[in-house]
Nanobody
Framework: QVQLVESGGGLVQAGGSLRLSCAAS????????MGWFRQAPGKEREFVAG??????????YYVDSVKGRFTISRDNAKNTVYLQMNSLKPEDPAVYYC???????????????????WGQGTQVTVSS
């Protein structure tokens, strides 16, 4: 069983930055693929960013709408994954979820079905 606890959400002005953190339990954290999804009211949960140790090496992947603004990273010594969010836009507000994939894959998973464990979410609000 893997437990994920997100933190770092809050209210920020458009153009500002936030860094989300996700602390994970488990002795094999370094082998997990980690992802961030978000869900706005009335919308489906969508993939934002992922970082995985695939069969070809460590890979990251971002949804087009956040490329160049968001950065996912991990600190395996701290069992923590981060999402640095810069240049936040009015379309970014949502509940952001951290998620873990325990399978080794050929690429970074991007669908909710490929992830095994989820955090409780942290709210990100952007004021214009």
């Amino acid at each position: 069983q893997v437990q994920l606890v997100e933190s770092g959400g809050g209210l920020v002005q458009a153009g500002g930055s936030l860094r989300l953190s996700c602390a994970a339990s488990g002795r094999t954290f370094s082998s997990y693929g980690m992802g961030w999804f978000r869900q706005a009211p009335g919308k489906e949960r969508e993939f934002v960013a992922g970082i995985s140790t695939t069969w070809t090496g460590t890979s990251t992947y971002y949804v087009d709408s956040v490329k160049g603004r968001f950065t996912i990273s991990r600190d395996n010594a701290k069992n923590t994954v981060y999402l640095q969010m810069n240049s936040l836009k009015p379309e970014d507000p949502a509940v952001y979820y951290c998620t873990a994939d325990t399978q080794r894959r050929w690429s970074v998973p991007r669908s909710t079905e490929e992830y095994d464990y989820w955090g409780q979410g942290t709210q990100v609000t952007v004021s214009s």
